[in-house]
């Protein structure tokens, strides 16, 4: 083709291009929602286990449980097919049972706890079991509005035709009413006392009543068969917006402990560091030697008590799983990234000390408390890696 040919526009020719990038791909999303993320676990349980179940329920009651705590290694059959079920929360199998019978019961469903101790995670897992869907999700701040547990409106169709149910634009729990799901709102208590007082009539009589439509069909929304509400809350949070004393009525409370175990915990501080790292782009580089005196720091914090018997003088910062792993996913990435990251256990003191002064800097005293106690009487004791940690005290002088 010459120069002074032409194409015609949107063709082109042979080794020639129009100029037009292509479309880019899609950018991988940092989290998976649990229903996509476990979706062939989630069809297989339905497969597997065709017993009763609640209305407007996914899976059994007995099913749920399993999805969440796990098969115990063991290879369920469903038909032809096998599948070991992953466990994905790491707590009491008798709370998780709990938890789902006040779901079956219709009840509202309040997990309650320190923070990172995986409330919201747990109520994400149970919503995705039961109804398919963890996005019905009101997040709670001073901010929220009735609006935003209720409805609002569409104000290009509501000036154009009036109040009308096209118009109507629906909260996410009024949402999960209409179609028997399962709601969550996050941290109601930082909530304001009349945003909290909305959910009072919602939970006791389920329904909503929309009084610019009286008179009409929709001028009572009310709950679908399978409707039910979870609701986390921080106990460090518990003076922000006091629940009344009816609110509490509508709700079963159930309380998210710290993980009991050791082994566990830093099992789970590894796997859920490691994916995290794996989404930085680097492989995992943190050994079991410093994720354990990571973790076993943690849980001295945490309890006011070593392993082995010792009074610690607990920070007021909560030194939760959460924090652990983020600490977890701080030294991999500085493995990785990081021309001098190779000694990572000489950095733990630099991160433990940044996670202590998050809520008052003079928890730096705390920590060094911390380390003229057990971390010194474990060195003496002949602990390599404690006497390593106990060399680098200086660096919490700074």
């Known amino acids: 083709m010459t120069a002074t040919e032409t194409t015609t526009p949107g063709t082109t020719t042979p080794g020639t291009t129009t100029g037009t990038p292509p479309a880019p791909a899609p950018a991988e999303r940092q ?16 497969a597997h286990d065709a017993g009763p179940r609640p209305p407007g329920w ?15 290694g063991e290879k369920l059959k ?5 599948l070991v079920i992953e466990p994905k929360f790491v707590g009491e199998r008798a709370l998780v049972e709990r938890c ?12 309650v706890g320190e923070p990172g101790t995986a409330k919201s995670m747990l109520s994400e897992l149970l919503a995705a079991a039961v109804c398919g869907s963890s996005a019905l999700t009101v997040q709670g701040t001073a901010g929220t509005t009735e609006d935003q547990l209720k409805y ?13 149910r096209e118009a109507l634009v629906p909260s996410p729990v009024l949402t999960a009413m209409t179609t028997g799901a399962v709601a969550r709102v996050e941290e109601v208590t930082r909530c304001l006392p009349e945003v909290q007082d909305a959910l009072v009539s919602l939970l006791s009589e389920r329904r909503i009543a929309v009084p610019e439509l009286a008179g009409t069909p929709d001028g009572q929304l009310h709950a679908a068969a399978g409707f ?23 709700f079963n409370f159930e309380t998210v402990g710290p993980i009991g175990s050791l082994a566990a915990e830093v099992d789970l501080v590894r796997r859920q560091s490691t994916v995290a790292v794996a989404r930085a782009g680097a492989a995992y580089g943190v050994d079991d030697a410093v994720l ?5 720091a943690f849980r001295d914090l945490r309890t006011g008590r070593s392993t082995e018997g010792w009074d610690v003088e607990r920070p007021s910062t909560v030194m939760s799983t959460a924090e652990a792993v983020s600490v977890a996913t701080a030294l991999g990435v500085t493995a990785a990234y990081l021309p001098d990251g190779g000694d990572l256990l000489g950095r733990l003191p630099g991160q433990l000390l940044g996670v202590v002064r998050k809520d008052d800097p003079a928890d730096a005293a705390r920590l060094l408390g911390y380390w003229d106690g057990p971390v010194r009487r474990r060195a003496e004791q002949g602990a390599a890696t404690w006497r390593t940690l106990w ?8």
Not at 58 to 72: D, Q
Not at 391 to 398: H, I, N
Request: glycine fraction near 10%; hydrophobic fraction near 45%; aromatic fraction near 6%.
């Open 31 to 46: 989290v998976v929602p649990p229903e996509e993320k476990y979706a062939a676990e989630l069809e297989f349980l339905a």
């Open 228 to 250: 039910t509400l979870i609701a986390t809350a921080n106990l460090r949070d518990k003076g922000v917006s006091e629940m009344s004393a009816a609110l509490k009525r509508r």
């Open 152 to 164: 609002g409106w569409n104000y290009a169709l509501l000036l154009a035709k009036g109040p009308s």
């Open 391 to 398: 060399d680098l005290r200086s660096a919490l002088e700074a």
């Open 292 to 296: 354990e005196a990571l973790v076993t």
């Open 100 to 111: 789902v019978v006040t779901l079956a019961g219709e009840r509202g469903l309040l997990l």
């Open 78 to 82: 469903a038909g032809r097919k096998g």
């Open 58 to 72: 996914r899976l059994t009651p007995r099913a749920v449980v399993t999805f969440v705590m796990g098969s115990g």
